[in-house]
């Protein structure tokens, strides 16, 4: 029996439909455990400021991401770490808000990281760099991030690092306390340890 060419064009419109359909079937999100945090200097003291709220997802066509990565293969895919600026915690009520002038938090309310590319290397551990965009107080720069992955609990995976990021670069000025008498560094150290595990998006908490 022929089909009529409304049934040619239904069945070619899901052929289409299913090919755009982005491929879940590697796409890894944050778990419980998940942390994001600053450390600076300052004219009289260290200081720390942790991300209260992390969003970070990792999408790829390969079901065996974990794995594959665990061994040193690299896989095909894209990464995306976002956090507000208002979940900045310093511990210091002063400190929060200077820091989010700083910021201009209310104009842009998001810094994003987005890889772009990565090396991957096996050696005593499996490690890397990360290679991509930072989005930090309205302005975009490339940015590289050195990384460690290693086996989290319940089969996940556990992505470490640390990066020193210059604050002016990104146009913000350091924050002062104090009349001036106080003066943050222009240098942040950007530390994360982040448990993903397969499955949709969650923000972590």
Not at 9 to 36: K, N, Q, W
Not at 73 to 86: I, R
Request: charged residues 15%; glycine residues 8%; hydrophobic residues 40%.
């Amino acid at each position: 029996m022929m089909r009529s060419p409304l049934s040619h064009l239904a069945v070619a419109a899901t052929l289409v439909c299913i090919a755009a359909t982005p491929m879940e079937s590697g796409s890894l999100s944050l778990r419980d455990g998940s942390r994001l945090w600053f450390d600076g200097t300052s004219t009289i003291r260290a200081w720390r400021c942790t991300a209260d709220k992390i969003d970070a997802t990792l999408h790829s066509p390969d079901s065996a991401v974990i794995a594959n990565t665990l061994e040193g293969k690299k896989v095909a895919g894209t990464v995306q770490v976002d956090f507000p600026v208002a979940t900045l915690e310093c511990k210091n009520g002063t400190m929060n808000e200077h820091m989010a002038k700083a910021l201009k938090a209310t104009a842009f309310t998001t810094i994003r990281f987005t890889m772009h590319s990565y090396e991957l290397t096996k050696g005593s551990a499996v490690s890397g760099t990360l290679h991509g965009t930072l989005q930090l107080s309205g302005k975009t720069l490339p940015i590289s991030v050195p990384v460690t992955f290693g086996a989290a609990a319940d089969g996940g995976l556990r992505v470490t690092g640390k990066v020193p990021v210059q604050m002016t670069d990104w146009d913000v000025k350091p924050p002062t306390l104090m009349m001036g008498t106080i003066r943050v560094g222009p240098v942040v150290t950007v530390n994360f340890d982040l448990q993903l595990q397969q499955g949709r998006a969650v923000a972590a908490q």
